[in-house]
């Protein structure tokens, strides 16, 4: 508690000159006995105790050189690497320790963008099930395109995700559309990236053929960046969860999956075949 100056002068006159014990003085002047000890000198400084060492204390500076190389690495890898260094207390220990100390990712700011007319399309894959052929059975897999500012989609069912595929795809997704757009924009699948070193990109050379033929530009996301292809990624995802299979005389598959009809408006249905 503090007190004004007139109040403390007046605590030192009535304890030293006029011999008013502590609690006398408390008392009328109002205020608590600690605040009268204080004033007069009789109050002793909280005395706080060390800090009692902790068994990860000769270990900090190893775990601040390895959370810093490798932010997201478990508590338990770390229990194991500290034990062949001497460390002896339990993975609690640690755990709560390195909760403290870890360091937290930066939050990656996103600038939501509207591509113009005709600019952008965005191809993505989706693994649709599987089918039964003489000697076994093989993987099927959904090509989608998406043009990015009309959401206008285009899909077929591929066995193969090999460039010779892709080419095929790209060509009948381009006539369904009467033209394409000037920037193909993919992921880092193998059929479109033979090498990849940071922003250093060598493209598959068949596509690299096919885009000059048609004037496009090829864009990729970065890695583990779906994000960037989210039209793409968010037709393959609802393709795969409404994908219905029906076995006919002439084993053609059917698909149902969702379209939109332009820029942010309704979707529907719509139905494609092999």
Known sequence: MTVSKDIEVEIRRLHFAEHWPVGTVASQLGVHEDVVRRVIGLLKPRCRGQPRKKLVDPFRDFIAETLERYPKLRSTRLYDMLQERGYTG??????????????????????????????????????????????GKRRVWLFVMVLAWSRAMWGEFVFELTAASLRRSLVRAMSFFGGSPRQWLFDNAKAVVVERHGDAVRFHPQLLDLAGVNCAQLQLCAPRKPHQKAYASYCTSSARCATTWSICSRRTFHLCFLGASGPGGSYKYSFLSL
């Open 90 to 135: 339990s993975v609690r220990t640690l755990r709560t320790y390195v909760a403290t100390v870890r360091p937290r990712p930066r939050r990656e700011a996103f600038l939501r963008t509207e591509p113009l007319i005709g600019e952008q399309g965005q191809i993505d894959w989706a693994h649709a099930g599987e089918l039964y052929v003489p000697g």
